[in-house]
């Protein structure tokens, strides 16, 4: 979708005028959820039977039709979406876990604004299997985050004549004020994919602004919503058996037993309509099915993995600003947890406060690259957020505070103000300013910096963005102090000021395979608070949208310097990504390259090298899905290789029901390495083999069951694959709600 949104938001700025408000009222008769939308609640519900193709056409009018239908009584909110196709056996309809519906399969995109702000939206999915996939979008970035899960019930029926969608939404799972009546916020989005990815929406989306969520269609007549009461408490069971190698060797027998039986609880409250409270005792924060692996051989700096577990998810959108000083992931393993969200006129807010025991890695940043630190401590971690809207749509103010208080002594406390202003429909303008208070632990034997000192320093961001129908730029400022730290967030690096920009052109063909070209130019100079050049470079590209959901984007950097120790070394290299979906069976095949000058930072020098990574989908029948992943990356020295990294991934899910499915995963990853070309010892040879069946069984997000085996085993020196560990996992969760 995000690709989709990209191509709507740079087309030409004389869109056909927004529809009228639409005038809804409660059913007067009942509504079964089954995707028939034959019930005598459809009757007189407030109809929306005017779509308009937004991609690749600009405000056009549909090549098939689609009807929409809104209501609701006492508890629930209703949708129901009608989408003729001419074609019935081209609809593509997969049996696919959830918050897999995504924009290679026909599906129906909701987005709700219930607090009637215009700055971000409730994503909620269905595809024609009746699966759900839901999100929030962030109109301030752009981004669309899957993190997030809520309470709706869906159902769908393919037939003679297309496809039919119902949604029930209950008023416990939106955030509303406490106005009446209340004037709510719609885009309801059908995803086509044919020869080409085709979007219809039902308002239209001018090609230029800069925002997504202010298109909204506005919904009013909603009288006497329940103000609050709703509770949700999820009880869950785990038990998982371990087998190691005897005395922890590997290579010995897999003869040490090792059990661990967990129970714990989330309760969500809903005092008023406008907030939450979220409570957590010794949640379970195992994740089902792990991250997707990167390669991070020859990294300077530390990978984001964004975040999964439920806890943290309630009012996300509002953790997302310049920059990352909140992020959640840094909280290990909790004892305990509490948070509030909520609204109060223009003003939102969350606090949130959690007993952390520790483990896991803390992320020590510096100007030339990330360093790691075992965060073998207990802690209380605090964050709070307020953001206040302006009259102007889509602008805000806010600030943030995090607070991480070590036991044993140490502390890391960050606070400051940010923004976003959009004078007008074209020109957005954002920024951060932070100051850190930092006392590091009294730890030498965890990390030769930490000696309780003290570190106080700033970060700061700012930026500007212009999108018009034919072009498009920005420019980013950063300063970021040598001393800063947000230990609680996902900031890498300081120590260094930074500016970039770019910008780039938009043509629309209105024939042939390509329909989007954009030509534009990246540059970025950035250097350490001595004035140091860090790195600079200047890369012009060319992006290609067009048949098939075909998207090109190339690259080159014409010219790249990055200071590793106290040199500054060039690299000039090429690249691009090719995605395409080719059909029902071949889903998506997706490559991702670049070639050329490689530096080599674990040995301050330079060499040749490339990176290959190559993705593709495959559904040789709808209940079957295959994933497959293929990344190579290697560096060569003088003709001969410095190292190779490759990851090879194949995940097969099979659907019994939409509910009901098994996953199989078999993940290999290995580094090759030649010690001779290294200035400090390393191994020849490393990686991990993780194999894994799950069978899943989902009533909703909360109320499921999990069974499943895992299989590890390690890379040694000599280039034996030898077991470290083999385990049985289950778990049950239910959701209980009143």
């Not at 519906?101 to 994503?123: F, P, Q």
Request: glycine share 8%; charged share 20%.
């Amino acid at each position: 979708m995000c690709a989709v949104l990209f191509a709507a938001a740079v087309a030409r700025a004389d869109a056909p005028p927004a529809p009228p408000p639409i005038e809804i009222h409660r059913t007067t008769g009942p509504i079964v959820i089954d995707g028939d939308l034959s019930d005598a609640g459809w009757r007189d519900a407030a109809k929306i039977d005017r779509f308009y193709e937004t991609s690749p056409a600009d405000n056009t009018p549909p090549k098939v039709k689609t009807t929409a239908w809104l209501a609701y009584d006492d508890k629930y909110f209703y949708i129901g979406v009608r989408c003729d196709d001419p074609e019935p056996k081209k609809i593509r309809a997969p049996y696919v876990d959830r918050d897999a519906v995504i924009g290679t399969d026909d599906n129906i995109a909701v987005l709700l604004d219930t607090r009637n702000d215009k700055k971000s939206a409730m994503e909620l999915r269905v595809n024609p299997r009746g699966i759900q996939g839901d999100a929030i979008y962030n109109d301030a970035n752009g981004n669309e985050d899957f993190s997030p899960d809520f309470f709706y019930d869906t159902a769908a029926k393919i037939d003679s004549g297309g496809w039919s969608a119902e949604y029930r939404i209950p008023f416990s799972s939106l955030r509303y004020s406490n106005s009446d009546p209340q004037t709510w916020n719609i885009i309801i989005w059908r995803n086509y994919p044919r020869q080409f990815r085709y979007a219809f929406q039902s308002a239209p989306i001018p090609r230029g602004p800069n925002c997504y969520v202010c298109h909204t269609h506005p919904i009013v007549g909603l009288t006497h919503l329940p103000e609050s009461g709703h509770l949700v408490a999820a009880p869950y069971v785990t038990a998982q058996r371990t087998n190691t190698p005897v005395n922890n060797i590997l290579g010995n027998s897999l003869g040490e037993t090792k059990s661990k039986n967990e129970v714990g609880v989330d309760v969500k409250w809903n005092p008023t309509a406008t907030g939450a409270v979220d409570l957590t005792l010794n949640p379970d924060f195992s994740q089902v099915e792990s991250d997707i692996p990167q390669i991070t051989v020859n990294q300077r700096f530390a990978v984001f993995y964004p975040e999964k577990r439920p806890f943290f998810l309630e009012g996300f959108d509002l953790f997302d600003t310049p920059v990352q000083v909140a992020y959640t992931r840094t909280i290990t393993s909790p004892r305990w947890g509490v948070r509030n969200t909520g609204k109060f006129g223009k003003t939102a807010y969350t606090v949130l406060i959690t007993d952390d025991r520790g483990g896991g890695l803390t992320l020590v940043p510096s100007a030339l690259g990330s360093d790691f630190a075992p965060q073998d401590f207990k802690s209380l971690a605090t964050i709070a957020r307020l953001r206040h809207d302006l009259d102007k749509p889509g602008s805000f103010v806010g600030a943030v505070l995090t607070d991480r208080e070590n036991s044993g002594g140490g502390h890391n406390r960050v606070i400051g103000p940010d923004f976003l202003w959009r004078p007008n429909e074209f020109d957005a303008f954002s920024g951060e300013f932070l100051y850190s208070d930092t006392q590091t632990p009294n730890r030498p034997d965890l990390f030769s910096a930490w000696r309780g000192g003290e570190l106080k320093s700033h970060a700061a961001a700012l930026s500007y963005t212009r999108s018009k129908p034919k072009y498009d730029w920005f420019t980013d400022v950063r300063d970021f102090g040598n001393n800063f730290r947000a230990d609680l967030g996902f900031v890498p690096q300081v120590g260094f000021r930074e500016w970039d920009g770019g910008g780039g052109l938009h043509f629309f063909p209105e024939k042939g395979l390509i329909r989007n070209i954009r030509p534009n130019i990246f540059i970025d100079y950035q250097q350490d608070e001595h004035g140091n050049t860090i790195q600079r470079f200047a890369s012009p590209g060319l992006n290609l949208f067009g048949a098939k959901n075909l998207q090109i984007i190339t690259f080159a950097h014409v010219f790249e310097r990055q200071r590793v120790g106290g040199e500054l070394l060039p690299q000039h290299f090429v690249g691009g990504i090719v995605q395409i979906d080719l059909s029902r069976s071949i889903t998506r095949i997706a490559l991702d390259a670049r070639g050329g000058e490689r530096i080599d930072f674990a040995n301050a020098r330079v060499g040749h090298g490339a990176t290959i990574n190559l993705t593709a989908t495959l559904r040789p029948i709808d209940k079957t899905t295959f994933d497959l992943l293929a990344s190579r990356e290697w560096l060569n020295r003088s003709g001969e290789r410095v190292y190779t990294a490759t990851i090879e991934r194949l995940r097969m899910l099979y659907s019994f029901s939409s509910k009901s499915i098994v996953r199989v995963i078999g993940q290999y990853v290995t580094t090759d390495r030649t010690p001779a070309l290294y200035n400090f010892p390393v191994s020849r040879h490393s990686g991990q083999f993780l194999g894994s069946v799950l069978y899943s069984y989902k009533v909703n997000w909360q109320t499921v069951l999990f069974a499943g085996y895992g299989d590890d085993r390690v890379v040694t020196p000599s280039n034996d694959l030898l077991r470290a560990d083999r385990s049985i996992f289950f778990k049950v969760s239910y959701a209980y709600q009143r």
